[in-house]
Every structure is written in structure tokens, then in C-alpha cells.
């Protein structure tokens, strides 16, 4: 039967487990987290759909204030479908550079509620075959410059081969469900500012942090 791993009935304990796993798969990889990251999904992912997201992303998708994420998994498992392609809608609040106002418990979206609707989206050789540009991050940060690619596969069946690439932006080839989603992505969320430049500092990010030293 197939699984959704945290989709219902998640709690501190497995958080807890989850996490040393993901401490253990690191330790023995000895290289950074997309390594790991393969690692437990060949593990524990290979008879289940495997959900990745960021701690900055909520994922939205079609009949998602009614529907749970089983709904989902239940029609694109009927359907032989291997990969759900999404993208980051990057949230923010305004203005922008006193960054939003948060307190635990809080709905991200109320905090920060505004995003631009600019886009440009082209198809690409590899999975999941669609490339999404602009934004808030690109009208503010990136304009004249290289930009970042929004496209991402946060779902995906871990028992047919699947496999991420550049984080989650790409996958080796599946295919691709007709459902697609939207990643609300909360970076901007609090002082980030001050976060930012601690990531730029640490410089662990791709690209040594280019986008960080941006922001």
C-alpha cells in the first residue's frame, strides 16, 4: 500500500527518529546533504511517495483546503504518475526590508500575505520539463543578472528510480502528473536580514552563497 510518510499522524518522537536517521545517513555519506538526502530515501522511500520540502515551504495544490495529501497521492498512484512538478511563490511582507512580524503558531500567509504574479515559464530537457523564472526575488534582487530557477518536484514515488538533482529543481526522468502545485515560500519570514547574512558568512549554500550575498 502506499505511503505518505508525515502526511497524518506526525509527532515529536518521529521527528526525533527522523532526524537521527538523517544524522546517521550524513556521518556515513562523509559529503553534503543531497548525498544523505539519497541516501534515505533509498532506504526508507522505496515503497512509499516521498514529499520533500524546505522549512520555509507550504505546499498548495489543487482542492488542498478540502483534500489531504492521501487524496493526492491516491489519484496520481491510479494514474501511474511518478513526480508532481511545483514552484516557489516567494511571500513577503510590506515593506519588504523590515521583514514580517512572526510569532509561533502564527499562519506564514498572514504574516506575509503579498506576491508578484510575473513569471516566465519555458520548457527544458529534463524532468520535470518546465523552467519558471521571476518574482519577487528576480524583480528586487536579480534584475539584469542570472535567475534563480522556482521550478521544483516536492513529490515523487521513491520505488521507481527517481532520484533529485540540484536539490529539488530537477529529477532524473518520470513521469510527470498533471496535477502541478505551488510551494508558498516563506525566506522573508522575520529578521532575515540577519539570517541572510549568516548564510552568506557560512557560505554552505550553492554557488557559495551567491544569492545569499544578493540578498
Given at each position: 500500500e502506499d505511503q505518505a510518510e508525515g502526511a497524518d499522524g506526525y509527532d515529536e518522537q518521529a521527528r526525533?527518529?527522523?532526524?537521527?536517521?538523517?544524522?546517521?545517513?550524513?556521518?556515513?555519506?562523509?559529503?553534503?546533504?543531497?548525498?544523505?538526502?539519497?541516501?534515505?530515501?533509498?532506504?526508507?522511500?522505496?515503497?512509499?511517495?516521498?514529499?520533500?520540502l524546505d522549512v520555509d515551504e507550504q505546499m498548495v495544490f489543487p482542492g488542498s483546503d478540502g483534500l489531504t495529501l492521501r487524496h493526492l497521492i491516491r489519484y496520481l498512484s491510479e494514474r501511474g504518475h511518478e513526480a508532481v512538478r511545483g514552484f516557489m511563490l516567494d511571500m513577503y511582507a510590506d515593506p519588504l526590508h523590515e521583514g514580517a512580524s512572526y510569532e509561533a503558531g502564527m499562519e506564514p500567509a498572514k504574516a506575509c500575505p503579498w506576491f508578484d504574479n510575473r513569471f516566465r515559464v519555458w520548457g527544458q530537457l529534463s524532468a520535470p520539463y518546465v523552467r519558471v523564472?521571476?518574482?519577487?526575488?528576480?524583480?528586487v534582487f536579480m534584475s539584469g543578472t542570472s535567475r534563480p530557477s522556482l521550478g521544483k518536484v516536492p513529490l515523487f514515488?521513491?520505488?521507481?528510480?527517481?532520484?533529485?538533482?540540484?536539490?529539488?529543481?530537477?529529477?532524473?526522468?518520470?513521469?510527470?502528473?498533471?496535477?502541478?502545485?505551488?510551494?508558498?515560500?516563506?525566506?522573508?519570514?522575520?529578521?532575515?536580514?540577519?539570517?541572510?547574512?549568516?548564510?552568506a558568512m557560512r557560505g554552505e549554500h550553492s554557488d557559495q552563497a551567491r544569492l545569499y550575498i544578493k540578498y
Open positions: 526525533r527518529d527522523l532526524l537521527r536517521v538523517y544524522e546517521i545517513a550524513l556521518s556515513r555519506s562523509g559529503t553534503p546533504s543531497e548525498d544523505a538526502r539519497q541516501r534515505l530515501i533509498e532506504r526508507f522511500g522505496r515503497r512509499s511517495w516521498c514529499l520533500y523564472e521571476g518574482g519577487m526575488r528576480n524583480r514515488r521513491g520505488d521507481r528510480e527517481v532520484k533529485l538533482l540540484a536539490s529539488s529543481h530537477k529529477v532524473t526522468p518520470a513521469v510527470v502528473s498533471d496535477v502541478t502545485c505551488v510551494l508558498l515560500h516563506f525566506k522573508f519570514l522575520g529578521p532575515y536580514v540577519e539570517r541572510f547574512s549568516e548564510e
